[in-house]
């Protein structure tokens, strides 16, 4: 499956990403979406084909249409 990347989506990756370690493991766990688009982890929301993931501190948002993810916001949590 690939996996596109939206304006959206560097941006908000470059607000919410501050440390070095959340980088690799958002960036890790993205680069996995496109062999397994819906792990156990990522929870359905609003329209059918849109999602959300978890990864430690970080929540990302993507949808799934016509064999292509399309990644839309990345989002620290509070703490």
């Known amino acids: 499956m690939k996996v596109r990347?939206?304006?959206?989506?560097?941006?908000t990756l470059r607000r919410a990403l501050?440390?070095?370690?959340?980088v690799h493991a958002v960036t890790a766990?993205?680069?996995r979406l496109a062999d397994d688009p819906t792990p156990p982890e990522a929870l359905p929301?609003?329209?059918d084909?849109?999602?959300r993931l978890r990864i430690g501190r970080?929540?990302?948002m993507y949808r799934?249409?016509?064999?292509?993810?399309?990644?839309?916001?990345v989002d620290r949590l509070p703490d």
């Open 49 to 51: 084909g849109d999602y």
């Open 64 to 73: 799934i249409e016509d064999e292509v993810i399309t990644l839309g916001r």
């Open 58 to 60: 970080y929540r990302v």
């Open 29 to 31: 766990a993205l680069a």
């Open 45 to 47: 929301y609003g329209r």
């Open 18 to 22: 501050s440390d070095q370690e959340g």
């Open 5 to 11: 990347w939206s304006l959206l989506t560097t941006q």
